[in-house]
């Protein structure tokens, strides 16, 4: 995942992208034969820790429990050292700036603090002055100084909870979990005909959720797909609750211009 990042990623695709090379080994072992409980618990990853804090303790968290919820309902493991996932974390290359290199210390400090508090098992620290040149002998000892600092003074190891019951963190995990679910697998998926709606919307009830959809060219054959989708469920139209917010009727309110003609939005909110 690392080099995934360092190429451009966001948190979500390097999560997304490196699960999804994960679970292709583990089938690729499986179809060979192997059980799944025998060779789970030696697999192991790397990810990056870039610079926006709680995204990152948030995607690492989110990776555990997508791997975990994978290893035990996809591929049947049983022992919990198979569902564990294992990872290893290096702070951000890409952050460190060669203006003003002192200020990288504190960079990677919150990285890998983040980490940490993510749950990685072994953190790469990077030396501030890597923009300039090979790491100096001061600069790596202010790298190692900042991983026992963080150790052995902040009390983030003491217990495993650091920030588990944070509603920034929850509600991160929340979204990072289902955005990089939609880049392997159901969440988010695209819509491009009635199996595809039907698949979104796999044991979701949607007589009982409120839906807001952000469409504009194909409005009609989305709502269509949905009213299709809530019909093979036994419901009918009136019981599906929510909003449609289309983007055609805020342009035309707002700028009395459009790409597509109101009309045909205002009959479907009509």
């Not at 995607?59 to 791997?67: D, Q």
């Not at 979204?175 to 039907?198: C, F, Q, W």
């Amino acid at each position: 995942g690392y080099h995934i990042r360092e190429a451009g990623s966001t948190a979500v695709q390097e999560l997304a992208f490196t699960l999804a090379d994960g679970f292709a080994y583990v089938e690729a072992a499986l179809e060979r034969g192997l059980d799944i409980d025998d060779f789970a618990p030696r697999l192991s990853f790397f990810f990056n820790s870039h610079n926006n804090f709680f995204e990152e303790v948030c995607k690492y968290r989110a990776a555990r429990r997508i791997w975990a919820r994978h290893m035990k309902n996809r591929y049947g493991a049983k022992k919990p050292e198979s569902m564990r996932l294992r990872f290893h974390t290096q702070t951000a290359g890409v952050s460190l700036a060669a203006q003003e290199p002192e200020n990288n210390i504190a960079r990677v400090t919150l990285q890998g603090l983040a980490s940490v508090l993510g749950g990685t098992q072994s953190l790469h620290t990077n030396s501030f002055d890597e923009a300039l040149c090979l790491p100096t002998e001061n600069a790596v000892k202010i790298a190692l100084r900042t991983q026992q600092i963080i150790a052995h003074e902040s009390g983030v190891t003491d217990t495993g909870l650091s920030v588990a019951f944070s509603l920034h963190t929850i509600y991160g995990i929340e979204a990072t979990d289902t955005r990089a679910l939609g880049e392997i697998g159901k969440e988010g998926v695209s819509i491009d005909n009635l199996k595809d709606m039907e698949t979104l919307f796999d044991g979701i009830d949607l007589s009982k959720i409120s839906t807001s959809m952000t469409i504009n060219g194909p409005a009609s054959i989305l709502l269509a797909l949905y009213i299709v989708t809530a019909e093979k469920q036994g419901h009918t139209p009136d019981q599906l609750r929510g909003t449609i917010q289309n983007d055609i009727l805020k342009e035309y309110i707002a700028q009395k211009s459009w790409i597509f003609p109101p009309e045909p939005s205002m009959r479907i909110i009509i």
